[in-house]
């Protein structure tokens, strides 16, 4: 079958590799009819999340429809529509039974390894991933959501990972009616996280970024937008709150920030040292190719905005991923003006079936938030688009057999 595999920093390819087949009781085999690339996948090619096994499938959103399931699956049939949870969850330990399954037990590596999920580095399974034709979903009674016919797959893909997350990074936030709410990272998961806090009752949300096409759609969803490489985002937001802050803020950049290169809040000689250190510590190996693969240029860019943006007793964040070597937070400035600091990687499997809920009877449309679309592409092409932060959202194709995998954003 063909599927894209990880062979090296700033080295994917798409391959013809073994279906995978039935290992455990537990497990399924799903035919994928839609996949996408997440802004997680691309830390890995870009080198800021290490860890990566070679011959990793990656991938972690998926819908598609159930080939066979093993003997202790009793909740599926084969031909079962499906959405998969990015995160890999027992749903029998103390953790998945409290909604935490982003921090499951079985992790492979142990109990200390923290989150299992799909084509991730060694320390989250490894697993083989979702963007192949064929994958094996292990505790899938727990893993695999089962979807009406009235939702379709380009709906359904963005409940895999990106809604959920959105969603979950609202909830840290501690969003509660008439708060202000200010959103770093317009990407996919950014959007949806503007909605995610209007459905919480925010009553102003800033969303931050510095692709004119991302800030149009948060705008088109009622956010008030700010170009960072045309305003101080700090100088924006307290102006626009009277000096205040704002209640909550979000971090859906992660690792790969980057810098204002223009505009007031252009960085000093001293940030940008800064910033070239920390950079090297969070990507010791990176393999730039033209265009490509480049890293970010401020890894603490966003949550340093981020802990400024806040009002005193603030609520911050953070869903944006950050590598285990990634030391840099300012704490001082947190602790100073009595800042809570939520984070951590999204519990999928607790958000599905209420989100799907709200999906499938039309109160939100994923679709629709994600608007801009651009025409077919090959699944290597894609990867390289969405990493040059082209604008669009750009269905990309497996093989021409396969079904069709999909880049949001
Ligand atoms: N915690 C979880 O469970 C979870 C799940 C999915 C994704 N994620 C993470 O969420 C983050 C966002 O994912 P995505 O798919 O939307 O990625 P993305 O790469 O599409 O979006 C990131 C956006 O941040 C913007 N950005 C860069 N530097 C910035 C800065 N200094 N200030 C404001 N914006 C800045 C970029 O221009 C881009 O639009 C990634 O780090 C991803 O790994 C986490
Ligand atoms: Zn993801
Ligand atoms: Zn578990």
Redesign the pocket.
């Known amino acids: 079958m063909k599927a894209v595999v990880f062979h090296g920093v700033g080295d994917i390819r798409l391959d013809d590799v073994r279906e995978p087949k039935i290992e455990e009781a537990t497990d399924a085999i799903v035919r994928l009819t839609a996949s996408a690339i ?3 996948d ?2 890995f090619v870009r080198g800021t999340m290490t860890g990566m096994k070679p011959g990793t499938i990656l991938g972690h959103e998926g819908v598609g429809i159930v080939e066979e399931i093993g003997k202790d699956v009793r909740n599926l049939r084969k031909g079962d529509r499906v959405v998969i949870a ?1 995160t890999i969850a027992c749903g029998t330990c103390s953790y998945c039974r409290a909604g935490y399954q ?1 921090q499951c037990d079985k992790n492979p590596n142990g109990k200390q390894a923290g989150t299992a999920f799909f084509g991730g580095p060694v320390q989250s399974g490894p697993f083989d991933g979702l963007q192949a034709e064929f994958a094996r979903v292990p505790y899938a009674n727990v893993g695999l959501v089962k979807l009406p016919d009235g939702v379709n797959d380009d709906q359904a893909i963005l409940l895999s ?2 809604f959920p ?1 959105a969603y ?1 990074g609202a909830e840290l936030a501690e969003i509660t009616p008439g708060d202000t709410v200010a959103i ?7 959007l949806f996280a503007i909605v995610s806090a209007q459905m919480m009752g925010a009553d102003r949300v800033f969303a ?4 004119p096409s ?1 800030l149009e759609m948060a705008r088109a969803q009622g956010a008030e937008v700010i170009h ?1 490489d045309e305003e101080d ?1 700090i100088e924006t937001i307290l102006r626009l709150t009277d000096g205040i802050g704002v209640d909550r803020a979000i971090d ?8 204002p290169h223009a505009g007031p809040a252009k960085v000093t000689r001293e940030d940008k040292k800064e910033a070239e250190k920390q950079l090297e510590a969070v990507a010791p190996k990176t393999n730039e190719d033209g265009d490509n693969w480049h890293p ?1 240029d ?1 890894p603490s ?2 949550l340093t ?1 981020a802990v400024q943006a806040l009002a005193k007793a603030g609520t911050l964040s953070i ?3 950050y590598p285990p070597q990634m030391k840099w937070f300012p704490i001082g400035m947190a602790m100073m003006r009595n800042l809570t600091v939520n984070m ?3 519990p999928h499997r607790r958000y599905m079936p209420k989100l799907l809920d709200l999906v499938a009877s039309g109160v939100v449309d994923p679709t629709k938030i994600l608007t801009n679309r651009e025409p077919l592409v090959s699944v290597i092409d894609a990867y390289k688009a ?1 990493d040059r ?1 082209l604008p669009g959202w750009v269905k990309v194709e497996l093989a021409p057999a396969a079904g069709a995998a999909k880049k ?2």
């Open positions: 997440c802004g997680t691309l830390h990015s982003s990972d990106i997350t979950f770093f990272g317009c990407g996919a998961v950014g931050v970024d510095t692709i991302r960072f985002p859906a950049v992660g690792v790969d920030a980057v810098r970010g401020a860019q966003a905005w869903v944006g991923v951590g990687n999204c969405f932060r949001a954003a």
